[in-house]
């Protein structure tokens, strides 16, 4: 019964590369990402699928089983290098975490571009295409200073964990932009949400329970943003507390139409697929190396501008949302 | 057992007895697994040219060392009746403890030892719980793996530590055998599951394991100490979740509290492929190495066949049902 299934499979995975493997010499891509189901990554994945399939070139998607799964990512590098691959996109669980691996490959010739988060230290790759996470937060930050319009901020702040690095960028950016120190009294109340709807909901139900006179809160991600604006709106708080965000998937976008949350900061992960993809395929034709650090870019999203941050409107956010 | 086939015609006997093999053949727990491992490996090196490469197979090895030797911990435990879903958070917490006090600039050997003594003492805990208190193994190490899950973060003040010292990265050093690696983390996975098949089969403490995980009343009626038994089980189980954390440091020189959270999952699916009775009593330690190997094979293999690791969680979990199937059937006929 176990030989059937994985004739099966492997029967379907050799046609496959018949039609795309080594024998017709097509170049190889891997992709590594943190996980599966975060659609932020599922975006980046069909990116990359799409854009390797217009250049002729197979990609193969793995990831992490989780967020900080080091040993996933790792066996799926080596898994790559076996592979044969001209180069690999990752998004690393850790910036530490995989640097031996990362240079293994590098040894062999294989371009290793980080997408989405960088290593430490960033040099380890050849190239890192991502958000500018710490502009991210600042921009946030900016917006809800601006539509605090002068009242003193109470604020709470939803971060995902505790020693991820995009975390850590985005809530420095946002103390930044919103002009407070991390041991502000203006900051009421601060959480990890691991970055997902149900834990940000009950942290923010558990933080109202302290206190609910806030005006501001801060969320990492969309999900977050949904969590804390479902919770808000038991409460009632819905009208006094203004929201931000950073993401721009299509819900996201959606959610700061209907008014759950005021702004999110739209990140392009089609284009960090797409780029790491082409130079991949650069690479294998002419053997030209990406060249180090690439901001993506970042767009504030929302249907009540301030004056002095530029934004785009929901309908602007609708046509180049991801997800 | 034997089919009474007296006085039946002769063909029927000859076909009885074959029948009879086959099934003692299907009923040895490591056969299944050793050929589904064999028709994997045939077939992706057939269907790729990446597969069967020296190289490639030494990497299925190496990652397979750390879920193997927590599924050899995990072997033992379910072997006694029993289940461990905090093995993963207690290697991770050894791997902590080691990497933390060497990084803050204590001894790496003191640092080893402190993270190896960490790791049997919370198999101990876990021991003490379930044979002492006979609360369920289940609940106490659903418990076991909240709390440590959560110790493991705050001691480590929820980063990640770089390790640099060699002792704590000795099982990712190893020799180079013209383009093949092999470290000495796989010798030693090699070395764990040889030491334990052979204290399995020829010390008295093998029988009592199994005896206590199939009828623990009748053992206890044989003389038995049960309450003692079990409890070597687990101490035993954490000393080898914390030499798998000290692997871990060989292959990622990196301790990070978020890692390693599906590993007991894994673990018990090493365990369950290898043929081994989730009801205790049954199953065989060589069979829990074929296991982690069959996971790793599809997973590699997949890999080089260019396959999605979406698909390769189907064809993973698909087996896992299929060779519980296979076990329940078994069992089944086995009790007629």
Known sequence: MAGGLLLGAAGCGGGQSDSGGAGSGKVKIGLVTKTETNPYFVTLREAASAAAKENGAKLIALAGRFDGDNEGQVAAMESLISAGVKGILITPSNGTGLLSTIAEARRRGIVVIALDSTTEPPSATDAT???????????????????????????????????????????????????????????????????ERNPAQAATENL?????????????????????????????????????????????????????????????????????????????????????????GTVLITDKPVDGLASQNTDWGLKHCWG | MRTPATGRAV???????????????????????????????VVFSITTDTFLTSQNLSLVLQQSIVIGTLALGQSLI??????????????????????????????????????????????????????????????????????????????????????????????????????????????????????????????????????????????????????STVLSVYVTAGFLYGIAAWQALGRIANADPNAYQTANLESITAVVLGGTSLFGGRGSIIGTLIGALIVNVLRSGLTQAGIDSLYQDVATGTLVVVAVGVDQILRRSGSR
């Open chain 1, 208 to 296: 109202l329970e302290r206190t609910s006179d806030i005006n501001t809160v801060y969320t990492i991600n969309e999900p977050v943003a949904g969590g804390a604006s479902a919770a808000m709106a038991a409460r009632g708080l819905t009208q006094k507390v203004t929201i931000g965000s950073i993401d721009g998937g299509c819900d996201g976008v959606r959610d700061v139409r209907s008014g759950k949350y005021a702004a999110t900061v739209m990140q392009f992960p089609v284009r960090m697929a797409t780029r790491g993809v082409d130079s991949v395929v650069e690479y294998a034709r002419s053997g030209k190396k990406p060249h180090r650090l690439s901001d993506t």
């Open chain 2, 78 to 227: 379910i072997l006694t009746g029993g289940i461990d879903l905090s093995n993963g958070a207690i290697a991770v917490l050894g791997t902590i403890v080691m990497a933390k006090l060497a990084f803050e600039g204590s001894n790496p050997g003191v640092a080893l030892l402190l993270g190896l003594a960490v790791a049997t003492f919370l198999g101990l805990v876990n021991g003490l719980l379930v044979a002492r208190l006979g609360l369920p193994p289940f609940i106490v190490t659903l418990g076991a793996l909240t709390v440590i899950f959560a110790v493991s973060r705050l001691y480590a003040d929820s980063r990640s530590y770089q390790v640099t010292s060699d002792l704590l990265l000795f099982w990712g050093y190893g020799i180079q055998l013209g383009a093949v690696r092999l470290t000495w983390g796989t010798f030693m996975l090699i070395g764990l599951y040889a030491l334990f098949w052979y204290v399995l089969a020829n010390t008295a403490w093998g029988p009592h394991v199994y005896a206590v995980g199939d009828a623990p009343e009748s053992a206890r009626l044989t003389g038995i100490n049960v309450g």
């Open chain 2, 11 to 41: 063909g029927n006997e000859r076909h009885a007895r074959l029948r009879e093999r086959l099934r003692y053949a299907l009923r040895t727990p490591a056969v299944g697994p050793l050929a589904a491992l064999f028709i994997a490996v």
């Open chain 1, 129 to 195: 295409y991502a958000t500018d996470n710490v502009k991210a937060g600042r921009l946030q930050g900016a917006y809800l200073r601006a539509a605090l319009a002068g009242r003193p901020p109470k604020v709470i702040m939803l971060d995902g964990t505790d020693d991820s690095t995009v975390s850590e960028q985005r809530h420095e950016g946002f103390l930044k932009g919103f002009g407070i120190a991390n041991d502000s009294p203006a900051i009421r109340g601060q959480a990890n949400t691991n970055g």
